[in-house]
């Protein structure tokens, strides 16, 4: 169970580091378009040499690999373009602290739209949750964008959706096969997206493509090859649990390593989620 531990809290600071890598992009001169592609892309080709070489891939049937790449293709383009945008226009640790909403919504869009089990006693730390959303959007933010909150709530709700509809599509034989092929969905939609906004452009600083690796490298392939490493050790509910670092350690970095500043409401705020979502994760 040590080793799991581990292996979940590594997963959740490399997700974490996203927030970092991507600004360091950004002052290189990426765009979010050809920033998405790189990511997506490098990912793929990571993923693909490692199953390889360590003999883990697995051929799935056409239908199955198609649905994830159409799963891929619409969702997680949409929550790789919200985020990436809105990133560009809000804080890193407000983008981070959309995060801890994700599980809640997953929840309610259980029981709403599958007719899923909703325990009394999650009420409490949901209503922590929304109690620590409210102190921390309580006061207006000096020089925050309202398009990149915007993109963050239909980030939330895309991920709910991606969630619900592709927890039975991730094959359990093999997942890291099955998220490659989402992964090259998500490479396809990023090049139309790009192409689109006219951010496929590659002429930024050499150190954009370092940016870009890290980004690839740690902040999706090691995060998601931890996070399964984690749930065969622990299962998916203690993992679950674990992965609540996640939104802790991005605002961290975004303080201790990007300069941003919170204020002591909106600190209480961003711990009173965290706190609510640990409790809904453990309860449910």
Same mark, same amino acid.
């Given at each position: 169970?040590?080793? &799991?531990?581990?292996?979940?809290?590594?997963?959740?600071?490399?997700?974490?580091?996203?927030?970092?890598?991507?600004?360091?992009?950004?002052?290189?001169?990426?765009?979010?378009? /050809?920033?998405?592609?790189?990511?997506?892309?490098?990912?793929?080709?990571?993923?693909?040499?490692?199953?390889?070489?360590?003999?883990?891939?697995?051929?799935?049937?056409?239908?199955?690999?198609?649905?994830?790449?159409?799963?891929?293709?619409?969702?997680?383009?949409?929550?790789?373009?919200?985020?990436?945008? $809105?990133?560009?226009? %809000?804080?890193?640790?407000?983008?981070?602290?959309? +995060?801890?909403?994700?599980?809640?919504?997953?929840?309610?869009? +259980?029981?709403?739209?599958?007719?899923?089990?909703?325990?009394?006693?999650? !009420?409490?730390?949901?209503?922590?949750?929304?109690?620590?959303?409210?102190?921390?959007?309580?006061?207006?933010?000096?020089?925050?964008?309202?398009?990149?909150?915007?993109?963050?709530?239909?980030?939330?709700?895309?991920?709910?959706?991606?969630?619900?509809? &592709?927890?039975?599509?991730?094959?359990? @034989?093999?997942?890291?096969?099955?998220?490659?092929?989402?992964?090259?969905?998500? $490479?396809?939609?990023?090049?139309?997206?790009?192409?689109?906004?006219?951010?496929?452009?590659?002429?930024? $600083?050499?150190? &954009?493509?370092?940016?870009?690796?890290?980004? /690839?490298?740690?902040?999706?392939? !090691?995060?998601?090859?931890?996070?399964?490493?984690?749930?065969?050790?622990?299962?998916?509910?203690?993992?679950?649990?674990? +992965?609540?670092?996640?939104?802790?350690?991005?605002?961290?970095? /975004?303080?201790?390593?990007?300069?941003? @500043?919170?204020?002591?409401?909106?600190? %209480?705020? &961003?711990?009173?989620?965290?706190?609510?979502?640990?409790?809904?994760?453990?309860?449910?």
């Amino acid at each position: 169970m040590g080793k &799991g531990i581990l292996f979940a809290a590594f997963s959740a600071a490399f997700f974490s580091s996203g927030v970092v890598f991507v600004r360091f992009a950004y002052q290189a001169g990426l765009q979010p378009g /050809a920033a998405l592609v790189l990511r997506f892309v490098f990912a793929a080709a990571l993923l693909v040499m490692y199953l390889w070489f360590s003999g883990s891939w697995v051929r799935l049937p056409s239908k199955e690999s198609l649905g994830l790449f159409i799963l891929g293709l619409a969702a997680y383009t949409t929550l790789g373009v919200t985020w990436f945008v $809105a990133l560009s226009m %809000i804080p890193a640790w407000l983008v981070s602290l959309f +995060s801890p909403f994700q599980p809640v919504l997953v929840i309610l869009g +259980s029981w709403v739209f599958l007719k899923g089990d909703f325990r009394p006693r999650l !009420l409490a730390p949901l209503s922590v949750v929304v109690l620590g959303g409210v102190l921390l959007f309580w006061q207006p933010f000096s020089a925050v964008q309202v398009l990149g909150l915007v993109l963050m709530l239909v980030n939330l709700v895309v991920y709910a959706a991606y969630v619900l509809v &592709g927890q039975g599509m991730i094959n359990r @034989r093999s997942p890291e096969t099955a998220v490659w092929w989402v992964f090259c969905g998500a $490479a396809a939609g990023s090049v139309i997206y790009a192409l689109g906004m006219g951010q496929l452009s590659f002429h930024f $600083a050499p150190l &954009g493509w370092l940016w870009a690796g890290c980004l /690839a490298l740690f902040s999706t392939v !090691l995060a998601i090859t931890f996070f399964w490493a984690g749930v065969r050790r622990l299962g998916p509910a203690r993992s679950a649990i674990i +992965s609540a670092l996640d939104p802790f350690f991005s605002v961290c970095l /975004a303080v201790g390593v990007l300069g941003e @500043r919170l204020q002591p409401q909106q600190l %209480i705020g &961003g711990v009173l989620i965290i706190a609510g979502v640990v409790f809904v994760r453990m309860w449910s």
